[in-house]
């Protein structure tokens, strides 16, 4: 009886309470260590982009430079070439001009009508106001080194304009006289001359 009233021994911990924490805390170690390896890949992702934005950032200023300059150059050759082509229009009705004023004087001195003088007198004005006009035009578009050509034409047309004026005052009689006379030995010469001008600037303008 002594015996079985005997309560049995109580059982003794051998494994420590702090060693079952500890295998708590490190089941929580590969997920933090997962977490730390994200965080450093996102960081590296950012810098290889920002890198990258850089490197790319470079490599396009130089071709939008070189971009803009061909735009540039494109654009002046383009005004140089609308430029050529004007000065050479202008040319062609210049010579025009010239070939239009010499066609109304052979046409006066061919009329025997009293009243040739003022009528063919007129149209000789209006085909210089259009040779003027011109002239004009002319002057505007060509570049300033050829302002010497330019006068030297201008001063041939003026001598031109002053060697054909008196004729308008001939009488029928003595246009058929001399007529023929002025139109081999000054009007002839002085067209050829102010055309050999005429194209000598052209030529000038041309190798510019």
Known sequence: MA???MRPPPLIQTRPENERNHRGVMGHEPHMESLSVRKRS?????VFSLA????LGLMLVPALT???RSEQIYREIRSNQEQFQTSQHVFEALSQNVFTISITIREFLLDN???AGRTYLARLS????QLQGNLTRLRQILPPGETGVLLKLERELDAYRASILPIFG????QR???GAYFLREEQRPRRQSILAVAEELAVLNSSL
């Not at 996102?42 to 950012?46: G, H, L, P």
Request: no cysteine; aromatic share 14%.
């Open 3 to 5: 015996v079985s009233g």
């Open 42 to 46: 996102y960081r590296t992702w950012a």
């Open 52 to 55: 990258l934005s850089l490197l």
């Open 66 to 68: 070189a971009l803009r």
């Open 113 to 115: 009508s009293p009243e």
């Open 126 to 129: 209006s085909n210089w106001e």
């Open 170 to 173: 001939w009488t029928p009689q």
């Open 176 to 178: 058929a006289e001399r």
